[in-house]
């Protein structure tokens, strides 16, 4: 039983470039969430997945994209990076009936 | 809306002295409250809960949050720190209806010293 794993742990990009932060659990949870780590400002939520098929914007959205590809993964797109974006990411998901949420390790990004 | 404040930033402390992190919330309604620990390099792990019931509520190692709704607090303390409580520690709250989005604090950094 891994929890919440995320890929990959480190990632340097240009302006301008994309990528896509990989996200799964193997819990069997039904909600997702994408937040992002910031000095000073604990953790914002960016995107979450209630439930397959399913997202909703977080308070901090603009310039990302999310895909609930399945009830285990849940993916986090950066289209045009900028280095706004510099943080760490973090994906968790959540065990309804203890509300808990379970974090992966986090993605640390930085953007040129 | 809720909103989560923690009070002080760092906290600096010597081995086995007690410590107190300090959390205030606002919301409107009826709210659950949690502590979230980060130790470096990694995620974020549950410490504590409060749902219903007690007021008091105590982790596996020893500290304890006291939810107080007349001051709207959730403070976490600890009577004897350890250095691995070295740390970085997050208060959240979600409604206890509706969806289940947590809002956090800025987060509070705690520096055991020996």
């Known amino acids: 039983n891994a929890g919440v794993t995320q890929t990959p742990k480190f990632q340097v990009l240009k302006t301008g470039q994309s990528m896509t932060l990989q996200c799964a659990q193997d819990m069997n949870h039904n909600s997702m969430y994408w937040y992002r780590q910031d000095p000073g400002m604990g953790l914002r939520l960016i995107y979450y997945?209630?439930?397959?098929?399913?997202?909703d914007k977080g308070e901090v959205p603009n310039g990302y994209n999310v895909s609930r590809l399945n009830k285990r993964e849940f993916s986090l797109r950066l289209e045009s990076a900028a280095p706004s974006q510099t943080s760490v990411y973090f994906c968790?998901?959540?065990?309804?009936?203890?509300?808990?949420?379970?974090f992966g390790p986090g993605t640390r990004l930085t953007v040129l | 809306a809720q909103s989560v404040t923690q009070l002080d930033s760092q906290v600096p402390v010597f081995e086995e002295a007690p410590v107190e992190l300090r959390c205030n919330y606002s919301?409107?309604?009826?709210?659950?409250l949690f502590w979230y620990v980060q130790y470096p390099n990694q995620g974020l792990q549950l410490l504590l809960k409060y749902l219903s019931g007690s007021t008091l509520v105590e982790s596996i190692n020893g500290f304890e949050a006291e939810f107080n709704k007349s001051q709207t607090s959730f403070h976490l303390r600890k009577p004897s720190v350890h250095i691995s409580d070295t740390a970085e520690y997050f208060c959240?709250?979600?409604?206890?209806?509706?969806?289940?989005?947590?809002?956090f604090g800025a987060g509070t950094r705690l520096a055991v010293h020996p």
């Open positions: 997945s209630a439930s397959e098929g399913t997202t």
């Open positions: 959240a709250v979600k409604a206890s209806g509706g969806y289940n989005k947590l809002i």
């Open positions: 919301s409107s309604v009826s709210v659950y």
């Open positions: 968790a998901s959540l065990a309804g009936a203890y509300n808990e949420q379970f």
